[in-house]
């Protein structure tokens, strides 16, 4: 027996990091292979995770991250496949800029000091990137592209300038998009968020609304259903009608889109949106000073408060009076804010017998319901809860007794050929909003001429570079840092030659993020953003890896401009991300890790501590990788104790084997190496890692027992087992590998195979009944019929003794696996 306890060895899991980083960037060994070299029929595969941000070292949220798709890319690699796992950092962006200002730093020194401290914590975890794919989104060379890429949308007019009320964070001085306010308030700095009319750059992503639902088709079962029922959610698709309301004083009619046609007759008034420009233009002069009191209140609440169900309906009438189109009834118009300005026409036909929000408001300000639904439910004039199921319609003119989606139909056919109405689709989706009020960002290559108007810088001239110097960093009211750059803002017209000047907004991040997958293949091509050779031979991404909050906005952005790019000829594919995994949150006593709540672990203390491998193991095997890790309930203890065990393992077994091979023991670890592959193949890391630690239990006991450490079962066991843990402890299983007599890389020596002959089950366990009761198990053939195990049981000497004199009534049999005997005494 040996005695662990005495051995002169030590496993100490950090003496060997440096050792092996040297070795792999000697053999190059995580580099993808080049297809024209020989490697044509190698299938190929693209891993990508969702690039870091270099906001200080790496935290425990980039452990678990990576630890996963590492152990997903290494595996791959492992059966065979020409890997591509690439790295890059995404590297503009407000915490930068804050972070510098708070600091008194150039964003450019906090943010390439931070990226090399992350690049070597990268190294010292292990993870097994390409480093060639290195780049940075704040580098010249990378934002360059952003810019020709806008320059592209907005050639094809996808990328537009206009007034809008956006969302204003008066901490951070600039606008935020509606992906990046929660719950009222910065994602950012938490400060609540307020709205303010701005002229802002956009994205047309409304143009791609209904392709991006239909392409999802592509993406189910491959990406988490809920990420998919987000974005459906998010795009908000509804089918209905247009209706045109004439309004006194106004030569055009006002146009609302409606859900609900059925209704019509039951509109009994309109409401605009308070901070639209239509209510500006309706208001009576009678009515202007309540207006603007009014619409100053609302600047306050963010689109989300106002649309929220328990919130209090408030209004002011504008003085004006519509007409319903079926009715001819006037109706009067309001003012209100839960309606917003930018969505639909900023205003809608208000039903409140049939609409919930629409009865609070006119029980708030005294306006007047109908029913024109009957649903069979109580009168909402009397109960207050608006009536919204099916029904006949009732008080709706020749309509009269239809079914509701019967009537809703013919209304709408109605309308449309009064020339009052049409047929209509509307999305819940907003263009992109991507300007931004701050300076470490890509800036837009646009400039603005008195006498050529928006002119595009040429693309000789780009990239359009931030000033280095002749800037200042803070800036109030809503001004861009990069205005106070006077030298900088000043510039000549490409067009006329005269005096004009530069954009002084920056880009949403999201642009440098929602192409950069497509960069990896060839980091430094200068003929273009990407290399569409490197495209066709990666693109698209095989395996996308990151968190669920980036359904709505990052995912969606890349998935836009993907498709944008497919229709300007640059791409042959339409969707960037075939499957996408999502991992869970790290978190601490139940609640997220933070500064303020004083429950951040350090992640360089873990890894000083406990070693890279086992930080990695503890992350994986804490569970399903989509659900979140209390660091509270584990410990890397555990992992250390498990992978000494691993090492000591490989150091136990000598050079040459004796005896035969123990069957049971090859037939166990080739179970368990089948058993560890479906897992990987399931993306079920922690059961792949339960296997190996069993596969490491039957190994130890197998050294304790017959020939030992000698039986040629111990030494294929023990290789498999190095081999599949370089997935999860690539430097213990590059240790253990030499240790056993092999070169480096144990990655080079692919995954194990389990031989299917030893898979195969001779035997399996009959239960045997008798009446209801288990009351014996016989192991019989696996490929037992009914009528052989029918009398193998019966003529059981125990089955026989328990049958006694009674007589049997039935044998129900379920081959190989159950006998049930009915008997009467």
Same mark, same amino acid.
């Given at each position: ?37 020989g ?143 929660v ?83 039951g509109?009994t ?29 609302t600047?306050?609440?963010t ?21 319903n ?12 804010d ?30 007047? #319901?109908? @029913?024109?639904? /009957?649903?069979?439910?109580?009168d909402p004039? %009397? =109960? +207050? ?5 099916? !029904? ?42 991507l300007s ?18 928006? #002119?595009p @810088?040429?693309? /000789? ?6 000033? %280095? =110097? +002749? ?5 109030? !009211? ?40 497509l ?19 990666w693109?698209? #991404? ?7 909050e ?22 042959s ?8 995994t ?22 360089q ?48 077994l ?5 005896g ?8 166990a ?8 592959t ?81 898979l ?16 014996e ?9 009914e ?7 019966l ?31």
């Amino acid at each position: 027996m040996i005695n662990d306890e005495a051995r002169s060895e030590v496993y100490d899991p950090n003496a060997i990091i440096d050792k092996w980083m040297t070795v792999w960037d000697e053999l190059r060994t995580f580099e993808a292979r080049d297809l024209t070299s020989g490697y044509e029929e190698q299938p190929r595969s693209y891993v990508v995770s969702m690039f870091p941000y270099p906001s200080g070292d790496l935290h425990m949220g980039h452990a678990e991250v990576y630890s996963i798709s590492d152990a997903l890319a290494r595996y791959l690699r492992m059966r065979g496949a020409n890997l591509l796992n690439g790295i890059g950092w995404d590297s503009f962006g407000l915490p930068a800029e804050n972070a510098a200002l708070k600091r008194n730093l150039d964003p450019r020194e906090w943010t390439y000091t931070n990226i090399e401290t992350q690049a070597e914590s990268f190294r010292r975890l292990g993870v097994s990137f390409d480093w060639r794919t290195r780049f940075h989104t704040s580098d010249p060379e990378y934002y360059r592209w952003n810019q020709w890429l806008f320059l592209r949308l907005f050639a094809a007019g996808l990328a537009y300038r206009k007034e809008a009320a956006v969302n204003w964070c008066p901490t951070d001085q600039t606008v935020l998009a509606n992906e990046q306010v929660v719950a009222g308030a910065c994602e950012r700095c938490g400060t609540r968020v307020i709205q303010r009319p701005l002229t802002q750059w956009f994205f047309r992503t409304t143009a791609y609304a209904q392709r991006l639902l239909d392409d999802m088709a592509q993406l189910e079962g491959k990406w988490p259903h809920e990420v998919l029922a987000m974005q459906r959610n998010w795009i908000g698709r509804s089918s209905g009608a247009h209706v045109d309301f004439a309004v006194e004083g106004r030569d055009r009619p006002v146009r609302v889109f409606t859900t609900r046609p059925d209704t019509l007759f039951g509109a009994t008034f309109l409401v605009v949106a308070v901070d639209s420009p239509l209510a500006d233009e309706l208001c009576s002069p009678e009515q202007r000073e309540a207006f603007e009191a009014y619409r100053k209140e609302t600047v306050t609440s963010t689109a989300i408060e106002r649309l929220a169900n328990d919130r209090p309906k408030t209004g002011v009438p504008l003085g004006v009076s519509a007409v319903n189109p079926v009715s001819g009834a006037r109706i009067p118009v309001y003012a209100a804010d839960y309606v917003l300005a930018e969505y639909g026409t900023g205003a809608i036909m208000a039903v409140p017998a049939h609409d919930q929000r629409d009865l609070e408001f006119a029980r708030a300000l005294g306006a007047p #319901v109908r @029913v024109v639904v /009957d649903t069979g439910a109580p009168d909402p004039t %009397e =109960t +207050g809860v608006a009536t919204t199921g099916a !029904g006949r319609l009732v008080n709706s003119g020749d309509f009269t007794g239809m079914d509701n989606s019967e009537g809703g139909a013919a209304i709408i056919e109605w309308l449309s050929g009064s020339g009052l109405g049409e047929r209509a689709v509307t999305y819940r989706l907003r263009d992109w909003l991507l300007s931004r009020q701050r300076y470490w960002g890509t800036p837009i290559p646009i400039v603005h001429c008195d006498a050529c108007g928006l #002119v595009p @810088v040429p693309d /000789d001239q780009l990239p359009v570079r931030l000033p %280095e =110097t +002749g800037y200042t960093l803070r800036q109030e !009211g809503g001004r861009s840092p990069l205005e106070s750059a006077e030298e900088w803002v000043a510039t000549s017209c490409p067009s006329c030659g005269g005096s004009a000047r530069r954009d002084t907004d920056t880009m949403d991040t999201f642009v440098d993020s929602s192409w950069y997958f497509l960069r990896y293949p060839n980091p430094g091509y200068t003929d273009g953003p990407f290399d569409p050779a490197g495209v066709a031979r990666w693109l698209p #991404v095989n395996e996308y890896i990151g968190g669920r909050e980036h359904s709505t906005g990052h995912l969606m952005y890349a998935r836009f401009l993907v498709k944008a790019l497919y229709d300007l000829g640059m791409l042959s594919f339409n969707e960037p991300f075939e499957r996408l995994t999502n991992q869970g949150q790290v978190i601490m006593n139940g609640k997220a890790m933070s500064k303020s709540l004083g429950n951040l672990v350090n992640l360089q203390e873990q890894i000083s501590r406990y070693g890279p491998d086992a930080v990695r193991v503890t992350m994986v095997f804490a569970g399903p990788v989509e659900e979140d890790i209390d660091w509270a309930d584990v410990s890397p203890t555990g992992a250390v104790k498990w992978l000494s065990r691993v090492w000591r393992l490989t150091g136990d077994l000598p050079d040459q084997t004796a005896g035969e091979a123990d069957p049971g023991l090859r037939r166990a670890v080739h179970l368990l190496i089948a058993g560890a592959t479906a897992a990987m193949d399931d993306r079920r890391f922690n059961v792949a890692i339960a296997r190996l630690m069993e596969l490491t239990s039957a190994l130890r006991k197998a050294t304790d027992r017959g020939p030992g450490a000698a039986n040629p079962a111990v030494r294929e066991g023990t290789e498999a087992l190095v081999r599949m843990l370089s997935c999860f402890a690539p430097f213990t299983a590059e240790e253990g590998w030499q240790r056993l007599g092999h070169t480096p890389s144990v990655s080079d020596a692919g995954w194990p195979e389990a031989d299917p002959a030893l898979l195969v089950e001779e035997t399996i366990t009959c239960v045997v009944q008798v009446n209801g009761k288990v009351r014996e198990r016989l192991d019989v053939p696996t490929g037992i019929g009914e009528s052989e195990l029918r009398e193998f049981v019966l003529t059981s000497d125990r089955i026989r003794a328990l049958i006694g004199t009674a007589t049997v009534d039935r044998v129900i049999v379920r081959a190989p696996k159950l006998v049930n005997i009915v008997s009467a005494r």
